[in-house]
């Protein structure tokens, strides 16, 4: 039962932190080496509610490890589920990141120019690619996502996360080919 557990566990690590990471070195490190399965188990317990503690408190949203998640087939999936786990944040992060990617392929597909957000959604109502009122909610978009990013989350709340994720879902679905 102890080895089932140490596997569950460590895959679970594997899914939050880098393989580096102090927090899976040290829990493998005590299961290799402490005597028995009980004494095994006392030591690596901790490290394991640590990480719990840590998920449950929102601490463990790194951007890198959201945007590369394999977990997740669909990035925007991955941000409503970081949103239903009280990581608005990182929601709108990720979200935003959707975004931009979606900008960039709309400006390469149109030979059109920009780099930033707010720069490519220019670029793109100048050409005609979408009406006034989709490049505003795009404004809207980075908006909620720069907040997010530069640490400002009581710019916004849940639920404009919420329809930020559904609207970006939809302009996917509407405006990349």
Excluded at 44 to 49: G, I, L, S, T
Excluded at 114 to 124: A, K
Aim: charged content about 25%; aromatic content about 10%.
């Amino acid at each position: 039962m102890f080895l089932e557990w140490q596997a569950s566990v460590l895959s679970l690590l594997g899914r939050l932190y880098p393989p580096e990471h102090t927090t899976i070195r040290r829990f493998d490190e005590i299961c290799r080496t402490r005597g028995t399965p009980h004494s095994a188990f006392k030591g690596a317990r901790a490290y394991f509610q640590s990480a719990k503690s840590d998920f449950e408190g929102g601490y463990l949203f790194d951007v890198r490890n959201l945007v590369h998640a394999e977990v997740f087939s669909d990035e925007l999936d991955l941000g409503a589920h970081y949103l239903k786990n009280n990581g608005k944040t990182a929601a709108a992060v990720v979200a935003g990141v959707v975004l931009e990617t979606a900008l960039r392929k709309l400006v390469t597909d149109n030979a059109l120019s920009g780099s930033m957000l707010n720069g490519m959604n220019q670029s793109l109502r100048d050409a005609n690619v979408y009406s006034q009122i989709v490049w505003r909610q795009i404004q809207a978009w980075a908006d909620i996502r720069n907040a997010a990013a530069h640490g400002s989350p009581d710019d916004f709340e849940d639920k404009d996360v919420t329809r930020m994720i559904d609207g970006i879902r939809d302009f996917v679905a509407n405006h990349i080919s």
